[in-house]
């Protein structure tokens, strides 16, 4: 059977309402957008097999499924397909906001949007299992989800297809039932050769056909009071604003009635059902004893536990919408609680009227007036099968790298789903960018991007496909992570936007000198790969010096002068040029500092230097000489007491001889014989020659008024005379 007809001709729909105490089946008639309630069929659970919605026991609820199947099949003919629902229980609802950084110059494609929101549903699937407990985030199934706003670098957008910037942000709510909830029902069916033609979800079921799209401009609340749980759904401003469970429903009164007076589960069931349409009620305990009460007396015993559901109800409500609704709706056999709808309302703070049970009468464009079909316990199945026309959740079965999953899906599927599905991380598919570096260059920072990573490689059914790729059941993917981006790099050259060149003259020469080139300091070249964080300079040459490096006349790390005599003295080591520049900047004298500009013309030599003599690179503290001081002829004079010897690698050496490079030199004083008085003419200027005058006889010496000759011995302070006579 399908739920859906093409040419217009009616179609039946087989709908299952599994609930917890009992499973009610409908066969609908659709023609069209038009719905008619054919047959129904109601069957109670022996057991407790179901518990707050939940299938405990698979093989005794497909029992009952399996009857209410065999009475409808008997009048309408074999039924293959049914249309079912997940309580509202097990519905999880996660609202996320994932980021993710982007190649900074690459424009954000589709494929980058539909990876992001799905790695935004993927968080929000990690953030229920965290929540939950659960160690695989995959025990959830991803029944929908919707982009409820676009970010970049903050800032809200509308679309982020084809947008720059470094960060994208989705801001996703996403929908997920727990595969347990799925798995079970499924197997329920197939127990009972039954293929689920549509899923849906209880609270969505019963608020699409009981408030219709143009009563959801009014808050209003739905609440679906079954027997283990009470499910609550909110409408405003034309639309489902939410939804909630509350786990307490028609057991709870049930469980009261027990204790209050003695009965099993299944009397008890009876009483609270009586109590509703008969003014007394008899009953028998467990003690065998029997009872004959009026229904004013037994909703009495029970009055406190009603107010509890009550209150728990519209707790959830407040909780929900934030402040009291306009109406609240009841359906759901739990629902005919005596006294419910006043305490409802009560607890809520609103008039009485504004809470009331609907039934059969409110959703007579479905059911007519058949009076089996009157209860507030149809509204559900109803809604399922109009659910499964209008809004239906189905699956397919596909196989993700080797793996075979089952998708729900609650809109058109796409291979990013199964991926979801398959417990991938859709963000580590996709290659990260490699790390950025920065540099500074000339005192600006510059950021150098990583390399791009490559998207993964998918495949579906042995094409190439994309994530947002529609599947089909039975398809076979199959997906292949991408790499990272490499770590960024950069040259020196890359740095450069153009190469300028400083056009000179040099030695008669045209040259074209590129830049000088510094990292963190030391000289580099053009070719030189940077580290993260270098500092670079990068300029012309602009003194006399950088140009003659620039150009090979002069190293670098080479002082303007190169040195080219090296030589020791009593062993402190000297050096001196061997060479003397002559630099020449436009025809006239120069230094190594002066600035060169554009078309200048520069002349550079080294004119060699003759060696020096030993007496000229000994230093005067190295002449170590003792002297002492005599007076001649009223002259001061003063006479070496001490000799000085001269050794050129270890030779003895005159002090004119020439300095070899290399040399080592040996400057050494040791005392002397004492000064007489001959030694005295080497230090002043007197002639021994006698005069031409007759009447001079000879010369007179003395030494402190003694007579004395060219031999006389001399000490510190002596008085010296020599005159002719």
């Given at each position: 059977?399908?739920?859906?007809?093409?040419?217009?001709?009616?179609?039946?729909?087989?709908?299952?309402?599994?609930?917890?105490?009992?499973?009610?089946?409908?066969?609908?008639?659709?023609?069209?957008?038009?719905?008619?309630?054919?047959?129904?069929?109601?069957?109670?659970?022996?057991?407790?097999?179901?518990?707050?919605?939940?299938?405990?026991?698979?093989?005794?609820?497909?029992?009952?499924?399996?009857?209410?199947?065999?009475?409808?099949?008997?009048?309408?003919?074999?039924?293959?397909?049914?249309?079912?629902?997940?309580?509202?229980?097990?519905?999880?609802?996660?609202?996320?906001?994932?980021?993710?950084?982007?190649?900074?110059?690459?424009?954000?494609?589709?494929?980058?949007?539909?990876?992001?929101?799905?790695?935004?549903?993927?968080?929000?699937?990690?953030?229920?299992?965290?929540?939950?407990?659960?160690?695989?985030?995959?025990?959830?199934?991803?029944?929908?989800?919707?982009?409820?706003?676009?970010?970049?670098?903050?800032?809200?957008?509308?679309?982020?297809?084809?947008?720059?910037?470094?960060?994208?942000?989705?801001?996703?709510?996403?929908?997920?039932?727990?595969?347990?909830?799925?798995?079970?029902?499924?197997?329920?069916?197939?127990?009972?050769?039954?293929?689920?033609?549509?899923?849906?979800?209880?609270?969505?079921?019963?608020?699409?056909?009981?408030?219709?799209?143009?009563?959801?401009?009014?808050?209003?609340?739905?609440?679906?009071?079954?027997?283990?749980?009470?499910?609550?759904?909110?409408?405003?401003?034309?639309?489902?604003?939410?939804?909630?469970?509350?786990?307490?429903?028609?057991?709870?009164?049930?469980?009261?009635?027990?204790?209050?007076?003695?009965?099993?589960?299944?009397?008890?069931?009876?009483?609270?059902?009586?109590?509703?349409?008969?003014?007394?009620?008899?009953?028998?305990?467990?003690?065998?004893?029997?009872?004959?009460?009026?229904?004013?007396?037994?909703?009495?015993?029970?009055?406190?536990?009603?107010?509890?559901?009550?209150?728990?109800?519209?707790?959830?409500?407040?909780?929900?919408?934030?402040?009291?609704?306009?109406?609240?709706?009841?359906?759901?056999?739990?629902?005919?609680?005596?006294?419910?709808?006043?305490?409802?309302?009560?607890?809520?703070?609103?008039?009485?009227?504004?809470?009331?049970?609907?039934?059969?009468?409110?959703?007579?464009?479905?059911?007519?007036?058949?009076?089996?079909?009157?209860?507030?316990?149809?509204?559900?199945?109803?809604?399922?099968?109009?659910?499964?026309?209008?809004?239906?959740?189905?699956?397919?079965?596909?196989?993700?790298?080797?793996?075979?999953?089952?998708?729900?899906?609650?809109?058109?599927?796409?291979?990013?789903?199964?991926?979801?599905?398959?417990?991938?991380?859709?963000?580590?598919?996709?290659?990260?960018?490699?790390?950025?570096?920065?540099?500074?260059?000339?005192?600006?920072?510059?950021?150098?991007?990583?390399?791009?990573?490559?998207?993964?490689?998918?495949?579906?059914?042995?094409?190439?496909?994309?994530?947002?790729?529609?599947?089909?059941?039975?398809?076979?993917?199959?997906?292949?992570?991408?790499?990272?981006?490499?770590?960024?790099?950069?040259?020196?050259?890359?740095?450069?936007?153009?190469?300028?060149?400083?056009?000179?003259?040099?030695?008669?020469?045209?040259?074209?000198?590129?830049?000088?080139?510094?990292?963190?300091?030391?000289?580099?070249?053009?070719?030189?790969?940077?580290?993260?964080?270098?500092?670079?300079?990068?300029?012309?040459?602009?003194?006399?010096?950088?140009?003659?490096?620039?150009?090979?006349?002069?190293?670098?790390?080479?002082?303007?002068?190169?040195?080219?005599?090296?030589?020791?003295?009593?062993?402190?080591?000297?050096?001196?040029?061997?060479?003397?520049?002559?630099?020449?900047?436009?025809?006239?004298?120069?230094?190594?500092?002066?600035?060169?500009?554009?078309?200048?013309?520069?002349?550079?030599?080294?004119?060699?230097?003759?060696?020096?003599?030993i007496r000229d690179v000994i230093p005067l503290e190295e002449w170590v000489q003792e002297t002492m001081t005599?007076?001649?002829?009223?002259?001061?004079?003063?006479?070496?007491?001490?000799?000085?010897?001269?050794?050129?690698?270890?030779?003895?050496?005159?002090?004119?001889?020439?300095?070899?490079?290399?040399?080592?030199?040996?400057?050494?004083?040791?005392?002397?014989?004492?000064?007489?008085?001959?030694?005295?003419?080497?230090?002043?200027?007197?002639?021994?020659?006698?005069?031409?005058?007759?009447?001079?006889?000879?010369?007179?010496?003395?030494?402190?008024?003694?007579?004395?000759?060219?031999?006389?011995?001399?000490?510190?302070?002596?008085?010296?005379?020599?005159?002719?006579e």
């Open positions: 059977m399908s739920a859906y007809n093409e040419t217009g001709s009616p179609e039946l729909i087989f709908s299952l309402d599994i609930g917890t105490r009992s499973v009610v089946g409908l066969i609908v008639e659709t023609t069209g957008d038009q719905f008619r309630v054919l047959d129904c069929a109601i069957r109670e659970h022996d057991e407790r097999s179901m518990l707050d919605g939940q299938i405990h026991d698979v093989v005794a609820v497909a029992k009952v499924i399996k009857q209410i199947k065999d009475e409808l099949e008997a009048k309408h003919g074999q039924l293959h397909q049914v249309a079912v629902a997940a309580a509202g229980r097990s519905l999880r609802t996660r609202r996320v906001r994932v980021d993710m950084p982007l190649s900074r110059h690459a424009f954000i494609t589709r494929e980058d949007v539909v990876a992001l929101e799905f790695a935004a549903v993927q968080e929000a699937q990690a953030d229920l299992a965290k929540e939950l407990r659960e160690l695989d985030a995959t025990r959830y199934y991803c029944v929908g989800y919707s982009v409820v706003n676009y970010y970049l670098d903050q800032e809200l957008i509308g679309s982020l297809i084809d947008q720059r910037g470094d960060i994208a942000s989705a801001d996703v709510i996403a929908t997920f039932l727990p595969r347990v909830v799925v798995d079970s029902l499924i197997a329920a069916l197939k127990r009972c050769d039954l293929e689920m033609q549509a899923l849906t979800l209880e609270p969505i079921a019963a608020i699409n056909v009981l408030i219709p799209v143009t009563m959801r401009r009014l808050n209003i609340a739905l609440v679906d009071i079954g027997a283990g749980t009470s499910d609550v759904a909110l409408t405003e401003e034309g639309a489902i604003t939410a939804y909630g469970m509350v786990p307490v429903a028609g057991d709870e009164i049930t469980d009261a009635l027990m204790n209050a007076f003695l009965l099993d589960f299944p009397m008890a069931e009876e009483v609270k059902r009586l109590l509703t349409t008969h003014e007394s009620v008899t009953f028998t305990d467990i003690l065998g004893m029997e009872h004959t009460m009026s229904a004013a007396e037994v909703t009495s015993a029970i009055e406190g536990d009603v107010s509890q559901l009550a209150e728990k109800i519209a707790t959830k409500i407040i909780e929900l919408n934030g402040k009291a609704p306009q109406a609240v709706m009841l359906i759901g056999g739990g629902s005919l609680t005596p006294g419910l709808t006043g305490k409802v309302a009560q607890f809520l703070n609103m008039p009485a009227a504004r809470v009331a049970v609907r039934g059969g009468d409110a959703i007579k464009q479905f059911v007519g007036d058949n009076p089996l079909l009157s209860g507030p316990e149809f509204v559900t199945p109803v809604g399922i099968a109009v659910a499964a026309r209008r809004h239906p959740l189905r699956y397919v079965t596909v196989t993700v790298n080797d793996v075979p999953l089952r998708i729900f899906d609650l809109r058109k599927m796409s291979l990013g789903d199964s991926l979801i599905a398959a417990g991938l991380d859709i963000r580590r598919l996709y290659g990260r960018p490699g790390l950025a570096m920065s540099v500074t260059v000339n005192g600006r920072m510059k950021m150098i991007p990583g390399g791009h990573g490559t998207p993964p490689v998918i495949m579906n059914n042995g094409e190439a496909a994309s994530l947002d790729s529609p599947i089909a059941d039975g398809d076979t993917i199959t997906v292949v992570a991408g790499k990272n981006g490499e770590d960024a790099h950069v040259f020196v050259r890359e740095l450069l936007d153009q190469l300028d060149t400083l056009d000179i003259v040099c030695n008669d020469r045209p040259l074209s000198l590129g830049p000088v080139i510094h990292v963190n300091g030391t000289p580099a070249q053009l070719d030189d790969s940077l580290a993260d964080r270098a500092e670079v300079e990068i300029r012309l040459p602009r003194t006399v010096s950088e140009v003659l490096a620039a150009a090979g006349l002069l190293a670098p790390d080479e002082q303007p002068v190169p040195s080219g005599l090296h030589f020791s003295v009593n062993g402190q080591s000297y050096t001196l040029p061997a060479h003397n520049p002559i630099l020449l900047l436009n025809g006239k004298t120069a230094t190594f500092s002066d600035v060169v500009r554009q078309g200048d013309e520069l002349s550079y030599r080294l004119e060699e230097i003759a060696p020096p003599a005599v007076s001649f002829n009223g002259e001061r004079v003063m006479l070496p007491v001490a000799q000085v010897t001269i050794t050129l690698d270890g030779k003895v050496a005159s002090a004119d001889e020439l300095v070899p490079d290399g040399a080592v030199i040996t400057v050494k004083s040791a005392p002397s014989a004492p000064p007489v008085f001959s030694d005295v003419f080497r230090f002043v200027n007197f002639s021994l020659e006698k005069p031409d005058n007759e009447s001079i006889s000879g010369f007179v010496m003395l030494v402190n008024g003694q007579q004395a000759s060219f031999q006389t011995e001399l000490k510190s302070g002596d008085k010296l005379e020599l005159f002719w």
